[in-house]
């Protein structure tokens, strides 16, 4: 099975600062890294599909880059409605979609 | 506006058995594959489990493979969750998740979940 590593686990961050997280597989998973947003208490919130993608709706300070085993989630100026744990999670290995462990993200 | 509602939490002995459901609306619900992705507390999510828009295909983690049963009604516009000889880990949110139109594991749309509580 494939599986995916996120570094840090956790940050701060100040308003207006980019932010940058990474994903890891632990195989060649090509372009299938999507990346999620869950606000405390609330369900996940698809923000990038394809690595790259950015999702209908979703404000342009969020992007993603990468391909193969190497992924980047960047939040190009932090706001306070950014804070939130962040997931990549990758569906190349049907059938089994695997999760990475999180980012969680706040305010300094 | 789509709307995935989930319902069928509670709390369960360990052994025990529990159904849930997710209604959904504002999209044409056969069209769409859906999935269980469940999430334990203070921790990260994990797929649980995929059926295809005909319930031609079905997929299970390895962790609840033959004792969980995924299952859809088109008519009614529901997908189900059927979990027997449920176990402690099995403790956690459970959300389900839509299929993108553009691919199978790219999952648009949640619903709020509903908390499942395995205890004696």
């Known amino acids: 099975d494939i599986q995916m590593t996120q570094s840090p686990s956790s940050l701060s961050a100040s308003v207006g600062d980019r932010v940058t997280i990474t994903c890891q597989a632990s195989?060649?998973?090509?372009?299938?890294l999507n990346w999620y947003q869950q606000k405390p208490g609330k369900a996940p919130k698809l923000l990038i599909y394809d690595a790259s993608n950015l999702e209908t709706g979703v404000p342009s300070r969020f992007s993603g880059s990468g391909s193969g085993t190497d992924f980047t989630f960047t939040i190009s100026s932090l706001q306070p409605e950014d804070i939130a744990t962040y997931y990549c999670q990758q569906y190349d290995n049907l059938p089994i979609f695997t999760f990475g462990p999180g980012t969680k993200v706040d305010i300094k | 506006e789509v709307q995935l509602v989930e319902s069928g939490g509670g709390l369960v002995q360990p052994g025990g058995s529990l159904r849930l459901s997710c209604a959904a609306s504002g999209f044409t619900f056969s069209s769409y594959s859906m999935n269980w992705v469940r999430q334990a507390p203070g921790k990260g999510l994990e797929w649980v489990s995929y059926?295809?828009?005909?319930?031609?295909?079905?997929y299970y983690a390895d962790s609840v493979k033959g004792r969980f049963t995924i299952s859809r009604d088109n008519a009614k516009n529901s997908l189900y969750l059927q979990m027997n000889s449920l176990r402690d880990e099995d403790t956690a949110v459970y959300y389900c998740?839509?299929?993108?139109?553009?691919?199978?594991?790219?999952?648009?749309?949640w619903g709020q979940g509903t908390l499942v509580t395995v205890s004696s």
């Open positions: 195989q060649d998973i090509s372009n299938y």
């Open positions: 998740a839509r299929d993108s139109w553009r691919s199978s594991g790219l999952f648009d749309y």
């Open positions: 059926i295809s828009s005909s319930s031609s295909t079905i």
